[in-house]
């Protein structure tokens, strides 16, 4: 389903506006009289610059609009949010922290209709929102999975910069050189199951509904010989430590880093803290499949799921065009500028904005870095479905076991489609 981003012009909130026409439901037409309050779900307010930003935007263009945060644990979001809706407090905006919810909240009778919403062209994620062809939701940002490195530590081994013409291959020969050399881990791949299912998931053209995971076997066996390599800190380890990415890599422990576009920030701040070293980075397209999406002239595809927005579905009638009205701002290319300018990569993305992201004090400003930023076929790691969670789960015992060697890659995988086939099922 298209979406197009209307002109801003018609943003203003109107006294005049009404329930009806924004399919609040059986509700009868309402109308805001004066100023409107909205409120918004966030987590980790201190931290987590982009609510207040889009908050402060939206209420510059709307002086009769104010959007207030509503701060949750970062850590029981989604359940703090789910008892606040059920008990009839909850925010009137809803961040849609994990996609792998959605269906949770649409499920319960939580989401309004939001298919009028109107988003710009290309904007990254909108079908995560979708269910049944019907829109919860619409996204303001979108990461992406990236390679970092570390061209110090590069230069120190005498090994080429990836180029953008990396696949796995070329990928695990320069870490085990740099590992050879001395310098450093050639990588630090984080324990996540993110960082070997979204990749296969993504580059295999399937998703994990499919209930095959053959897929995932050769990306098992070539991080399983990393490790055995000594190229990147074992699974066991890395767990039995708690290590961080950001230590890895941001104290120079490691050469290189797949990890999603939020790290961007992160680690510009780091930098300029003190918290990580000083050293010249830069980040490429994640090693591909094979060499069809490789180079600068090609679609890199790699994996991320989208940040976004619904409205809880019990809102205020009189507010309902307001809050439609800041879902369209979020999404829109005027206020991606304003993400990109502290750091976040969002859902919408042109040539302004790109410029914007990359202006900040301490981002690399190589082409190669902008080009893996804002270029690449992006497939959601959690597709929209109320079994996405329970598959999760699953794969996450099955990512555990084979990186800590206690279960073969063939029989983990069969033993996993075995329990998917029997405790979660799939037509």
């Not at 939001?114 to 939701?137: C, F, H, I, K, R």
């Not at 999975?145 to 320069?174: C, I, R």
């Not at 993110?194 to 990306?219: I, N, P, R």
């Not at 009638?317 to 009205?325: C, F, L, P």
Request: glycine fraction near 8%.
């Amino acid at each position: 389903m298209k979406r197009k981003f209307a002109a801003a012009a018609g943003m203003a909130v109107v006294a005049t506006l009404s329930l009806a026409a924004c399919g609040g439901g059986s509700e009868p037409a309402q109308t805001a009289d004066g100023p409107v309050t909205l409120t918004l779900s966030g987590w980790s307010l201190d931290t987590t610059p982009e609510f207040q930003v889009l908050a402060d935007a939206f209420h510059e263009k709307n002086p009769d609009v104010t959007v207030e945060l509503k701060q949750y644990d970062a850590a029981e979001y989604n359940t703090l949010v789910t008892a606040d809706l059920a008990a009839g407090v909850g925010p009137d905006i809803i961040t849609q922290k994990e996609v792998k919810f959605v269906t949770t909240f649409q499920e319960g009778g939580q989401l309004m209709d939001v298919s009028d919403v109107e988003l710009p062209d290309g904007v990254g994620g909108a079908s995560s929102y979708e269910v049944d062809g019907t829109a919860y939701g619409v996204p303001y940002r979108q990461d992406r999975w990236v390679l970092f490195y570390n061209k110090a530590l590069f230069d120190a081994a005498g090994q080429e910069y990836p180029d953008g013409s990396w696949t796995w291959e070329d990928y695990d020969a320069a870490a085990e050189a740099i590992n050879t050399a001395g310098v450093a881990k050639g990588t630090y791949q984080h324990r996540w199951q993110s960082t070997v299912q979204g990749f296969a998931s993504a580059q295999e053209d399937t998703d994990v509904l499919s209930g095959d995971y053959g897929y995932f076997a050769d990306y098992y066996n070539r991080v399983l010989a990393l490790q055995g390599a000594g190229a990147q800190v074992d699974f066991n380890t890395s767990t039995a430590n708690q290590l961080t990415y950001q230590g890895e890599f941001g104290t120079q422990k490691a050469a290189m880093l797949p990890m999603g576009t939020w790290y961007v920030a992160t680690l510009i701040s780091q930098q300029a803290s003190g918290e990580a070293n000083d050293f010249e980075w830069g980040i490429a397209p994640i090693p591909q499949l094979d060499a069809s999406t490789t180079g600068m002239d090609n679609t890199p595809v790699t994996f991320g799921d989208p940040t976004g927005f619904s409205i809880n579905a019990n809102i205020d009638g009189a507010k309902v065009q307001a809050a439609k009205d800041f879902l369209a701002y979020a999404a829109s290319l005027e206020a991606a500028e304003e993400l990109a300018k502290i750091g976040i990569t969002p859902a919408a993305s042109n040539d302004a904005v790109t410029e914007a992201y990359f202006a900040v004090e301490g981002a690399p400003t190589d082409e190669l870095s902008k080009f893996a930023w804002s270029t690449g076929d992006v497939h959601p790691e959690n597709p929209t479905s109320n079994k996405t969670a329970a598959i999760q789960n699953i794969l996450n015992d099955m990512h555990s076991a084979i990186l800590s060697g206690s279960t073969p890659v063939e029989r983990a995988i069969t033993e996993a489609e075995d329990r998917v086939a029997n405790e979660v099922g799939l037509d």
